[in-house]
């Protein structure tokens, strides 16, 4: 793959074969090959075996200064519950006719959607359609719950929800190039505070095998923590 000068430029500052502290990583993430605010991700493999179900891991943490992506959110509340999530930042409450228009097109125009415990049943006819886009309420996503003030308030404040992927990997947005560097700094310690404590008891052996962190169409780094 050609790559442009300015990614060049950052690679060969580059020893794949060496970590660097997370300091000097962020300053080389801050040397964007892109001219846009790009996101800054990070990249974790895990000594884990996806293929067993008690060894998935998956979480949710508040990222201090968020990830830089406003997220539209979705509430499926009864009538009573409106009120509140509207004041708690939802863009979206999920009324009958907008459950039938997510049937009817299977369509969804948000990023997130949190529910009552109440609301689950009636959401069944979705089932499908938000799962099949990640978007599925869950208590193991801190998504369902009588708290709707918290729910709503905690994900416009930066919450993200985390998992493995098939090959053991775990992939997060943590912020965005113009971040301060002391701001991607508390966001990704919170981020690899947060999968630490979602080791399984069955893994066994080194969990965190590496950290990268990379921008946007820029080179993976990887890091010492």
Do not use: W
């Not at 060496?18 to 300053?27: E, P, Q």
């Not at 918290?150 to 985390?162: D, N, P, Q, T």
């Amino acid at each position: 793959m050609k790559h442009s000068k300015r990614y060049s430029a950052v690679s060969t500052k580059i020893d794949s074969t060496k970590a660097l502290t997370l300091a000097d990583g962020i300053a080389l993430i801050k040397e964007s090959p892109v001219k846009f605010d790009a996101g800054v991700e990070i990249h974790v493999r895990l000594g884990i075996d996806p293929s067993k179900s008690d060894q998935i891991v998956r979480g949710t943490v508040v990222l201090p200064h968020g990830s830089g992506k406003t997220k539209k959110v979705i509430a499926f509340v009864p009538s009573s519950l409106e009120a509140d999530a509207k004041a708690a930042g939802a863009d979206i409450i999920g009324t009958d006719d907008v459950i039938n228009e997510i049937k009817n097109t299977g369509k969804c125009s948000f990023d997130v959607a949190v529910a009552t415990p109440d609301m689950m049943k009636k959401i069944g006819v979705i089932a499908k359609i938000l799962g099949q886009q990640g978007l599925m309420p869950s208590p193991k996503t801190e998504t369902v719950g009588t708290d709707v003030k918290k729910m709503i308030s905690e994900l416009k404040g930066g919450k993200v929800a985390y998992r493995c992927d098939d090959g053991a990997n775990v992939h997060l947005l943590v912020g965005r190039v113009s971040f301060a560097p002391e701001q991607l700094t508390a966001n990704i310690t919170a981020a690899i505070e947060s999968i630490t404590k979602a080791k399984p008891s069955e893994s066994k052996g080194i969990y965190l095998k590496s950290v990268v962190i990379a921008s946007s169409m820029g080179p993976g780094i990887k890091v010492s923590l």
